[in-house]
């Protein structure tokens, strides 16, 4: 069942957003550029503040500064007819569309939409007497990346391993490095400090062309980043020495209070949703980004995809709320994938066409830092 020809709720729709990711960010934007009288708006987020995933490698890197990679959730949502409320959702009754809060505060709407994104697994994490630290969710990673950087300065010698080498774990590790090398010219940093790329499977970047992954293999190569795929476990006699750092970035995993919501599902926990962005078992519970699990036509987990899913949940949302029909949502086959190396150098991709180069760069640049400026508030 979906809102394709359901009456309006009330004079006064309420719609809640849980979770300020990429999609709910582009749906504060267009309610507050064109409110609207009949629908009142609350989002509902554990800061005020949203990191853009696509400038953490850049800021990792020493490119940005603190707050570049942020959106002001806060000012975004400064508008007539929204209300935010800062904290952390821990529980959700998908029956009655409310969402309960870590201080106990219960927040409850005619219409749900859920973008908390997904949490690094990091169940396989070995215990370590330095830091772990999952990458996910990207807030809390930019939060603790600081105790990173103490760390490396504190101990010159260390180890540092990224695990995971999807395109998120590539672009940390070459950031990583990147951020290392400088530190080593200035003498902080030991030049016997190591650096590995962990990966379980017996390629990286898997789901990428041949091209693509050749291409970041011979770059991590030229950094002396030491890439173990096939990985075992952290007892594999293969490997020589123990880490001081874990920056975790394999596997996701929903968030733990979802499992309890009654919300339909997918194979991995997440948030099963129609072609509407529609929960397939609660009329007027949406989902979009990480949290969402899109049956009819499934797709890796990505920025990309959240960032396409905005338009259309905001337009959706608004529909459902004045009982109008519902628009589907058509991903893409292929999108345009920018990898960044590090230091000003990025691999392209979409399809079976890659390049590489400065110029990659400055153009991955350029779209990161539009779409924070889309989001810019004064």
């Not at 991590?220 to 030491?226: D, G």
Request: hydrophobic share 45%; with cysteine; net charge positive.
């Amino acid at each position: 069942m979906n809102f394709q020809n359901a009456p309006r709720t009330s004079p006064s729709a309420h719609i809640v957003l849980i979770g300020a990711g990429h999609a709910h960010v582009e749906v504060l934007r267009r309610f507050r550029a064109q409110p609207r009288p009949d629908i009142h708006v609350t989002i509902v987020s554990k800061f005020p503040y949203a990191a853009y995933s696509g400038m953490v490698p850049g800021y990792v890197a020493g490119y940005y500064e603190a707050s570049e990679p942020f959106i002001s959730i806060s000012r975004l949502a400064d508008f007539e007819r929204c209300d935010m409320v800062i904290g952390e959702a821990v529980d959700f009754d998908a029956d009655a569309r409310r969402v309960t809060l870590s201080n106990g505060q219960q927040i409850a709407g005619d219409i749900v939409s859920i973008d908390v994104g997904a949490v690094t697994d990091a169940s396989g994490a070995p215990r370590i007497r330095g830091l772990t630290i999952p990458v996910k969710p990207i807030d809390l990673f930019m939060q603790r990346w600081p105790e990173v950087l103490k760390r490396l300065q504190e101990h010159p010698r260390s180890s540092v391993a990224v695990v995971g080498a999807g395109a998120a774990g590539v672009e940390l590790v070459l950031a990583l490095e990147h951020r290392l090398a400088g530190l080593r010219q200035v003498g902080l940093v030991d030049s016997k400090s190591k650096i590995f790329l962990i990966e379980r499977s017996d390629e990286i970047l898997l789901g990428y062309p041949m091209s693509v992954r050749t291409r970041l293999l011979r770059i991590l190569s030229s950094r002396n980043i030491a890439v173990l795929t096939g990985f075992a476990g952290f007892d594999d006699k293969s490997l020589h020495c123990e880490f001081d750092i874990l920056l975790w970035a394999a596997g996701v995993r929903p968030a733990e209070w979802l499992a309890r919501s009654r919300l339909a599902v997918d194979r991995a926990g997440f948030i099963a949703v129609d072609r509407y962005l529609q929960s397939t078992s609660h009329q007027g519970v949406f989902a979009a980004g990480d949290a969402a699990g899109m049956i009819e036509s499934p797709r890796a987990k990505s920025g990309v995809m959240a960032v396409r899913q905005g338009p259309l949940l905001a337009e959706n949302l608004s529909r459902a709320a004045t009982g109008s029909p519902l628009l589907p949502f058509s991903p893409q086959a292929t999108w345009l994938s920018l990898i960044s190396a590090g230091g000003r150098y990025a691999v392209a991709s979409r399809g079976n066409w890659s390049a590489e180069g400065r110029w990659v760069w400055y153009w991955k640049k350029w779209l990161d830092t539009s779409f924070v400026r889309r989001y810019m508030v004064w």
